[in-house]
């Protein structure tokens, strides 16, 4: 294999991992959380306890089982998992469907159920939850609240699901506050507002608008369309149109030098129109005599399927 | 037993279609026949007529629920098939087996006809402008307006994502005008050229060379997809089977694009259709006014095509001017609206072959309908 065919192997390798890996686990992000939990969400088990939310940002589903949750990262170079939640592989609920979110209780009562993790935000001495890959080796997402969500009755989130930065004014800046409301499995950005249909139908009643810029879109692709063709045109074309000029360039000149030639030394019309006369009658004569007997020659035969013998004749059935 | 014998025979006709029938199923069933009829004797579109036909009659068929037999019936093998129809599925591998077939070296030698084919898809936002009058909403509006464009496939596409429960009226009117564009178009051409234009001769297009078919597909689709991202799915499958056709490397690729791929799904979307057009969800007003829009929108297209020829040969040069006899392929119905083109250019002149040249724009105008059908996504989606 040449160096040439291994950089492209690798290429694909990487834009093939790169595609799985955009399906996969790291779509996820630790969205929403809720420690004094009074009068919000319920367990199966009918108990308020703290609970966190893990969004799917992406337009698949991912499957979340085996991943840890933790609230103590050490450890987290080598591997060692030991102390962490390991989300188990056995439930087919860890499905999270495409831009959807799956709660877990942070109630330090593991064995309550897939959900219930070994993590209790009021006796933990850090102020994180960690989301790690199945590896134990990778970081997934980190959600850092503030302490004093310790003892607020509203959730603390991402104001757009999954995104907790963004770009301001060319800075990046923290996407993540104290929540309006507890959202707990379902989007932290309420729709209270209009569609966009129903918002449009209100700013262009007529529709006139978006016929205008709908059609102006339309040229403009196809006018970039145009362009490029015409540049194509242009460097397609250019090799015709040299090659061109030069033949042009050559008939003028072959010209010129054979009006040159005949002007100095050459016959005059009428003297080449007589030897041409006379070299016309001199190979007339030459013309021998024909035998008038007519031969016909038989062209050998050609293959055609259609004089092929066994296409046709039916073929007998054999009775064995 | 008399009495187990007679109650048998009133459940089993209870069961049958007879029992269940109702004068819509009737009317569509008739309908149905109808268009067997029209593809089969006129030959009108019989590759799309035949399979809407006979799926109109399948969808209207009456039976009683609860049977998984009905297309809208969740397990049933129509609603099963009929699932590529909803997720459009179907309209981009039709794409890809149209980008497969279609030859764009007219639009690459003459690329100023590419513009006809935007001013063709002027119609789909006339009628998504007359359909916002009538009452309909933003997003039903859009799903009519794409029947302008002449595109069975985008039809459906767009209606699928915008108004799901108009798709049926929607995918069988514009397949409707698509059969009867040799019908609709001359007239308007006739009426709005004059027997001097009819007579232009356009200059023979240039060869294109195999180097520039390559990259035709290449650049258009960065360029489209670009701008109208929403309308990857169509304009994507479409460069991309254009790619296998030129490559020339893959011509095997190419080949069951072209014939076993689109055929199988020409079946399947055809079949469906029709059958999602069971009388109780088709016959309502709604779909007489869809039809009313549709036809207006092809007849808007129709004429903003022949127009816009018109005007541009103002801007032309003699020896450059385009005959506006092409100026209908601007809608996509391809090869259709380029071989009335050309009947209708022979008419007036028995030489003057106008085939070639209106491919250009007819080409042009797939691509400006899925420019547009992606424009509609983004706006109301």
């Known amino acids: 294999m040449n160096i040439k065919h291994r950089i492209l192997t690798l290429c694909i390798v990487l834009c093939s991992s790169m595609v799985l890996f955009g399906q996969q686990v790291t779509d996820l992000r630790l969205n929403e959380m809720l420690v004094v939990n009074d009068s919000n969400y319920v367990d199966e088990y009918g108990r308020h306890v703290p609970w966190i939310e893990i969004f799917n940002t992406s337009y698949n589903q991912v499957n979340i089982a085996g991943c840890y949750l933790t609230d103590d990262t050490t450890g987290l170079s080598k591997g060692d998992a030991s102390r962490w939640y390991r989300i188990p592989t056995t439930d087919p609920t860890t499905w999270i469907p495409q831009r959807s979110s799956k709660v877990f209780f942070l109630d330090n009562s593991p064995l309550y159920g897939t959900y219930h993790t070994n993590i209790d935000p009021n006796t933990s001495s850090t102020h994180y939850i960690a989301l790690i890959n199945s590896n134990g080796k990778t970081l997934i997402d980190m959600f850092v609240y503030p302490e004093a969500l310790l003892t607020s009755t509203q959730s603390f989130g991402c104001y757009d699901d999954g995104i907790s930065t963004k770009v301001e004014n060319g800075k990046k800046v923290k996407n993540m506050g104290m929540l309006p409301y507890a959202t707990p499995g379902s989007v932290n950005k309420v729709q209270m507002g209009a569609t966009k249909s129903e918002h449009l139908q209100k700013s262009d009643p007529h529709g006139i608008g978006l016929a205008v810029i709908s059609i102006s879109v339309v040229f403009a692709a196809l006018i970039m369309i145009f362009i490029m063709l015409k540049i194509f045109g242009y460097t397609a074309t250019r090799k015709d149109r040299k090659a061109k000029k030069e033949q042009v360039a050559d008939t003028v000149a072959a010209t010129s030098t054979v009006k040159v030639a005949a002007n100095e030394v050459g016959p005059t019309g009428e003297e080449l129109a007589a030897i041409t006369m006379a070299l016309h009658l001199f190979f007339n004569s030459q013309h021998d005599e024909e035998s008038e007997v007519i031969t016909i020659d038989m062209p050998s035969k050609h293959y055609s399927p259609w004089a092929q013998k066994n296409l046709l004749m039916k073929k007998v059935i054999r009775r064995r | ?381």
């Not at chain 2, 998504?128 to 009538?134: C, D, P």
């Not at chain 2, 103002?314 to 009947?343: C, M, T, W, Y």
């Open chain 2, 1 to 381: 037993m008399k009495e187990f014998f007679i109650e048998g025979l009133q459940q089993f006709f209870n069961y049958s279609g007879f029992a269940n029938c109702e004068w819509g199923n009737l009317i569509m069933i008739v309908v149905g026949l109808i268009f067997i009829t029209l593809a089969i004797t006129k030959e009108y579109e019989p590759m799309l007529l035949i399979p809407i036909g006979f799926g109109i009659i399948l969808g209207n068929i009456p039976f009683t629920d609860g049977l998984q037999v009905g297309v809208y019936e969740n397990g049933s093998v129509l609603n099963y098939l009929y699932f590529g129809v909803l997720k459009g599925v179907y309209p981009p591998l039709i794409f890809l087996g149209i980008g497969a077939m279609t030859d764009f070296s007219a639009l690459i030698s003459n690329p100023k006809l590419i513009l006809i084919g935007a001013a063709a898809q002027c119609g789909i936002f006339a009628a998504y402008a007359a359909s916002l009058a009538l009452g309909f909403t933003p997003m039903e509006a859009g799903a009519i307006g794409i029947i302008g464009g002449a595109d069975g496939p985008t039809a459906i596409f767009i209606s699928s994502k915008l108004a799901p429960s108009l798709m049926g009226a929607i995918a069988i009117s514009a397949y409707s005008y698509m059969a009867l564009v040799p019908v609709i178009q001359p007239p308007i051409m006739r009426l709005l050229t004059t027997p001097k234009e009819r007579l232009i001769r356009m200059r023979p297009p240039r060869a294109v060379s195999h180097r520039e078919k390559v990259m035709f597909p290449l650049l258009c689709i960065l360029l489209t997809a670009f701008l109208v991202p929403t309308g990857l799915p169509l304009l994507g499958m479409l460069f991309f089977g254009n790619l296998l056709k030129e490559s020339s490397v893959t011509k095997r690729l190419a080949n069951t694009a072209s014939n076993a791929l689109i055929d199988i799904v020409t079946i399947l979307i055809g079949l469906t259709v029709g059958c999602s057009t069971q009388a109780s969800t088709f016959l309502k007003v709604e779909s007489i006014l869809i039809f009313v829009l549709g036809a207006f929108s092809f007849v808007i297209a129709t004429a903003c095509g022949v127009l816009f020829v018109k005007l541009f040969n103002l801007f032309l040069k003699e020896g450059n001017k385009i005959n506006p006899l092409i100026g209908n392929s601007g809608v996509s119905a391809v090869p259709d609206s380029a071989r009335v083109s050309n009947v209708e250019g022979l008419k007036y002149d028995k030489t003057n072959f106008l085939l070639m040249h209106a491919m250009g724009p007819n080409v042009a105008g797939v691509i400006g309908s899925a420019v547009a059908a992606g424009i509609l996504l983004s706006f109301l989606y």
